[in-house]
């Protein structure tokens, strides 16, 4: 027996040999829960494939799939697509409330991609390309077309490996029209190894999700280096889902909130395929504002959004999280409140003007710095029938002019192809700086109006992008240990960290006609032409003959008695 | 009346304006594009006569023939049969047959010690067209086949036939006629037979007498298209007990590749694989205390499929069917698991097919670790055991059919190629007849809807498309004729190219409802004020003219 034992150990030596050295794919999970100022929780879950592959060899079809989901795969090398980032948002991030999310996304749907330089015809790529994406999202994704898709020139650069700058190869698109709802969120958790079987991702429960004031689920994918000196390259797919719950007014005004109460779910175990399981509580504002349990004595840090933050770490990978009863539940108590956060940037917009004819789009950020200036990036995409007036774009700041000094415009053409206006403007110390101009309503045809044209029509988001200068030292230095939400954009100097800030969208109304003016239009004509044509005619076929006038009434009423009378009758 | 006479010249110029520009120039303007089709044609193709010509060679060889049977060499002779399939398809079937002598190296071939190396060097002599049989007659006495073999089916278009006693007083009619039967017996297992093609035309034709078990079997089979997708999933629904490794990469390279290789003339192939975590069946196994283990009834299988389907995916990346193979090693406590058939028994290789859909393999795991084991196991599958399950699953799928050759027949094992090129012929057969009988009934209903719908507006695309599918398809028709097998399948593919691509074309859609009676709705308007003016003076001019020609009728009598 003993003979057996060791056969069946020295078998298992054996496969664990002949089973490849490294595992070529790596899935991450982790979840951050950070109290908002207002009251407010804020959950970030972020999910990470890592793939030792290369979708873009030639000859090679990458056709095996593990981890990394294939229909995402298949799409990737079909496509050649080489940076692919698409996030779907119900609601609207309220940055002065709430601060600067980890991953930023405007209202409705967002879809910009980065195709691989090979790429001949781009646009059709990009038309398939949408098309089998709303298939796998079960969104409108279709709807994309050359009329809302541009191609920024310099505020969208690729976030992953390569510095490819010509953004013939880039697309952009919004639909901010786009309901976000649980069709959405199933072929999303589809897409985890996991599935929502095990994990993190049994928290998403959809009727929890999305009863909330903010609910953004995104999927970025694009090529990263393995290591510092980039000896290899993989290809890193992030799952992300943002979730504001608002628990003051869910909650009675009571202010304290567990997993249980959030997603009425708690965990009990980490996904087995996930090399790192990890759940995150902001503690920074701890010990004035909230009480935590249980408590742990892991604590990290983590340099996120210029900020140093504190963190209670949960590693869910031991057995030792989950206690007694075999799972894992939150709680806070709230104990006091606090000011309002400032963000150093923080955009609005909105759309000024009375009548149906002209209009004004204003687009107001704020730098919230006291005593530094710094450059953004504003990059408009107008839909062509707004029809922008581009001499009457003024850029104010301290209520002086302030001129951009970079200018991209492309105009509209109509049916075809969108504004688009990207300014590098320069913001002031702690200043307001306000961007106008003025456009007007263009007449549709009867057949491009929406089903409910009295509702009005969306404008996407304005995109502001910023290096923000930082009050901590940001680590540019690449290591494998961070934090997942803190290592998204990566940063290229220690000074400063890339923001990206969406405006709300606009809703604009058009002069909206009668919809049964056609039939309306076609019966008045005919009629005209009817009326018309019958004189005519008449003025023509008629023939005209001289008429004895016959006698007045009195004179034949006279005759009628005068013949009775036999007196002669009157003539 | 001058006056009255320019009344009714101007009621007359107007109305015939109105004849002359108006109505044609509404007619004109409001009607719908319609591209030319070849209707003819088209109707031509709605009642099919296919032919298909088999050219066979029986070569003799050294020791089977007298001197002076075999002066008469070479000959040749035909052989037609004709089946009605019903009132609008017909089959023709033509056997081509040459008989010669064998060559000098050929009689070396044959001298080879085994009938497996006799075929692979009869081979090397000369390659034989696609569709064609050749049977080699050897003598009764020969050693190459086993004593009670009488005809051995070798992996290429090749057979060897022991010639059946001769008497030396026979002529050589008497002898062909006397070997007419096995030939046909050996035709009829290497080329096609006529319930296949009969079950190939089965889009055509309703189903009336044709056999349960190829009726089966093209219903297994899945239906001819341009492309398909092999996925292969492994269903890990326990991945905290087992940490399961396949090489896949390997696997399909070895095992799958070659098969997929011999298939290229049939269709495009591509191959993928991916590995699914907590999924599971869509049934609870039951467990069984006489064989402690859960088992699978062969009447709860319908309910698998299902649950595991929405994980599966369908392919982003193209729109061809999808044969998937899934294999699922169960989870650490329902194992071990067995699918049980009809009759209660085990099945032997643990795997199960659905017709169209793919197959399912359930792999056990337990016995590969003690109880006391660290979790999850690192476990390593056999794909060669898995392979060899899928692969015979995948040659139904591909509809390469069972052949149950007649007594005395030994078919050789096809090899690593998974398929014998008669085999690949049987399927071209089928394929081809197949993709003729789709794409003409495709084309005839199109036909047959632009001509009922006259609102349906025809771009030219759509003609172009269907014109190149009536060439492709009679070049294929043609082809079949002609024997050239490959060249018709290649034509046949791209004759159900092209229909399809006219029949589901999104332009078509357009405008298709458009009802008459809302058109005149908006009609009225403008036609009734215009027209009650011009009609009746038209009468009253005509009245007219009557009651002038009566007067003159009068006065002159």
């Not at chain 2, 006529?194 to 079997?217: C, F, G, P, W, Y």
């Not at chain 2, 005395?408 to 007849?433: H, K, M, T």
Request: net charge neutral; aromatic share 10%; glycine share 4%.
């Amino acid at each position: 027996c003993w003979g057996k034992q060791n056969l069946k150990s020295l078998l298992k030596l054996i496969v664990i040999a002949l089973t490849p050295a490294a595992a070529r794919d790596e899935f991450q999970e982790e979840l951050v829960i950070r109290p908002l100022h207002s009251g407010d929780i804020y959950a970030s879950f972020q999910f990470r494939t890592l793939w030792d592959t290369d979708f873009l060899q030639e000859g090679q079809k990458v056709s095996h799939y593990r981890l990394f989901p294939k229909s995402l795969g298949q799409v990737l090398s079909k496509f050649s697509v080489r940076e692919l980032h698409i996030s779907f948002t119900q609601g609207f991030w309220r940055t002065m409330q709430w601060g600067q999310p980890f991953i930023p996304s405007p209202p409705g749907a967002e879809l910009w991609v980065w195709f691989h330089d090979t790429v001949s015809d781009v646009d059709g790529n990009w038309k398939e390309l949408t098309n089998v994406l709303s298939g796998i999202f079960c969104a409108s994704l279709n709807f994309i077309d050359l009329t809302n898709t541009v191609q920024p020139s310099a505020s969208f650069k690729p976030l992953g490996l390569g510095n490819a700058t010509d953004h013939r190869f880039l697309r952009y698109a919004t639909l901010p029209r786009e309901i976000v709802c649980t069709e959405n969120l199933t072929p999303w958790k589809k897409l985890l190894p996991c599935g929502s079987k095990a994990g993190l991702a049994v928290l998403m429960k959809s009727e929890k999700l999305f009863h909330s004031s903010f609910h953004s689920q995104a999927v970025h994918i694009r090529p990263i280096c393995q290591d510092e000196q980039c000896s290899s390259k993989a290809w890193e797919l992030r799952q992300t889902l943002n979730v504001v719950f608002d628990l003051h007014t869910s909650g009675q005004g009571k202010k304290e909130w567990s997993l249980f109460k959030m997603f009425s779910r708690t965990l009990t175990e980490a996904c087995p395929l996930a090399s790192s399981s990890k759940v995150y509580v902001d503690i920074t504002d701890n010990p004035e504002l909230f009480e935590l349990s249980p408590a742990t004595p892991l604590l990290g840090q983590a340099v996120v959004l210029g900020d140093r933050r504190t963190y209670s770490v949960y590693d869910l990978s031991r057995a030792e999280t989950f206690g007694q009863l075999r799972s894992f539940n939150l709680l806070l108590r709230w104990k006091g409140d606090s000011d309002m956060l400032r963000p150093l940037l923080h955009a609005e917009r909105y759309v000024a003007g009375f009548g149906l004819q002209t209009g004004e789009i204003h687009t107001v950020i704020y730098n919230n710095h006291p005593y530094r200036a710094f450059p953004v990036l504003l990059m408009d995409s107008v839909p062509w029938y707004l029809q922008l007036y581009i001499h009457t774009l003024t850029v104010t700041s301290k209520s002086r002019d302030n001129k951009p000094s970079y200018i991209h415009y492309q105009p509209a053409k109509d049916r075809h192809r969108p504004h688009l206006l990207e300014m590098l403007i320069q913001l002031p110390p702690h200043s307001m700086t306000e961007v106008t101009v003025q456009f007007e309503r263009a007449l549709l045809k009867w057949t491009e109006y929406t089903p409910d044209p009295n509702h009005g029509f969306y404008v996407g988001s304005s995109v502001v992008s910023a290096l923000v200068p930082s009050m901590v030292a940001m680590r540019t230095n690449f290591t494998q240990d961070q934090p997942l939400f803190s290592s998204f954009v990566p940063v290229k100097e220690e000074s400063s960290y890339f923001v990206r800030v969406y405006t709300e969208p606009l809703l604009v109304n058009l002069p909206t006609p009668d919809f049964s003016m056609p039939y309306n239009v076609i019966c008045l004509t005919c009629t005209v032409v009817a009326v018309g044509y019958g004189s005519f005619y008449n003025l023509l076929t008629r023939t005209f003959q001289v008429d004895e006038p016959s006698p007045p009434l009195s004179k034949r009423l006279a005759n009628l008695i005068r013949r009775m009378r036999g007196v002669p009758l009157l003539t | 009346m001058p006056e009255k006479q320019r009344g009714r010249y101007a009621a007359l110029a107007i109305a015939a304006v109105v004849i002359v520009v108006g109505i044609p120039l509404w007619w004109k303007t409001t009607e719908t594009y319609r591209a030319w089709l070849p209707f003819s044609e088209i109707s031509e193709l709605d009642s099919l006569q296919l032919q298909l010509s088999v050219d066979i060679e029986v070569v003799f060889s050294r020791g089977t023939l007298t001197p002076e049977q075999q002066k008469k060499f070479p000959l040749s002779h035909v052989n037609e049969k004709e089946h009605q399939v019903d009132a609008k398809t017909g089959l023709r079937y033509k056997y081509e047959t040459r008989y010669r002598t064998a060559t000098i190296m050929e009689e070396d071939a044959l001298n080879q010690p085994t009938a497996a190396e006799a075929d692979l060097s009869l081979h090397m002599l000369s390659e034989s067209s696609c569709g064609s049989v050749v049977v080699y007659v050897i003598p009764e006495s020969s050693t190459l086949l086993p004593e009670d073999v009488k005809v051995y089916v070798g992996q290429r278009r090749t057979a060897l036939l022991r010639s059946p006693p001769f008497k030396t007083s026979w002529n050589l009619k008497e002898v062909l006629s006397n070997l007419d039967v096995e030939v046909e017996q050996v035709v009829s297992t290497m080329s096609f037979g006529h319930q296949d093609i009969v079950a190939a035309l089965s889009n055509r034709v309703r189903m009336t007498k044709v056999t349960k078990e190829s009726m089966a079997d093209s219903m297994r089979a899945i239906k001819s298209s341009p492309g398909y997708e092999i996925t292969f999933s492994l269903l890990n629904p326990d991945p905290k007990s087992h940490s399961l490794h396949w090489d896949i990469e390997g696997a399909v390279q070895s095992y799958i590749q070659p098969l997929l290789n011999k298939l290229a003339p049939i269709a495009n192939f591509s191959v993928d694989s991916q590995i699914l975590y907590y999924a599971v069946l869509g049934v609870n196994p039951r467990f069984d205390n006489s064989v402690s283990a859960y088992t699978l009834s062969a009447d709860s299988l319908s309910h698998v499929i299902n649950p595991v389907e929405a994980r599966l995916g369908s392919n982003a990346a193209s729109s061809n069917p999808v044969l998937n193979f899934l294999l699922y090693v169960p989870d650490a406590h329902h194992s071990p698991l067995f699918i049980r058939d009809h009759s209660k028994r085990k099945v032997p290789s643990n795997a199960f097919h659905s017709p169209r859909w793919g197959g399912i393999m359930v792999y056990n795991v337990n016995e590969m670790y003690g109880p006391e084991a660290e979790r999850p196991v690192d476990i390593n599958i056999n794909m060669a055991k898995v392979m060899g399950v899928f692969l015979a699953q995948l040659r139904l799928m591909l509809g390469v059919q069972h052949t149950h050759p007649p007594t005395g027949f030994v078919l050789q094992s096809p090899g690593s190629a998974g398929l014998a090129d008669w085999e690949l012929d049987r399927l071209l057969w089928s394929r081809s007849v197949e993709n003729i009988a789709t794409a003409s009934t495709t084309i005839t209903s199109l036909a047959q809807l632009l001509d009922q719908i006259g609102n349906i507006v025809i771009n030219d695309n759509i003609a172009q498309q269907v014109s190149s599918a009536v060439t492709s398809l009679q070049s294929a028709v043609a082809e079949l004729e002609a024997g050239n097998l490959a060249f018709a399948l290649q034509y046949s593919r791209e004759a159900i190219l092209a229909s399809e691509r006219a029949f589901f074309d999104p332009s078509l859609l357009h405008l298709l409802y458009f009802p008459d009676d809302q058109k005149f709705a908006i009609y009225i308007p403008l036609f009734l004020p215009m027209c009650v003016p011009i009609v009746l003076s038209l009468l009253k001019i005509v009245s007219e003219a009557k009651k002038r020609r009566a007067d003159k009728q009068a006065k002159s009598d």
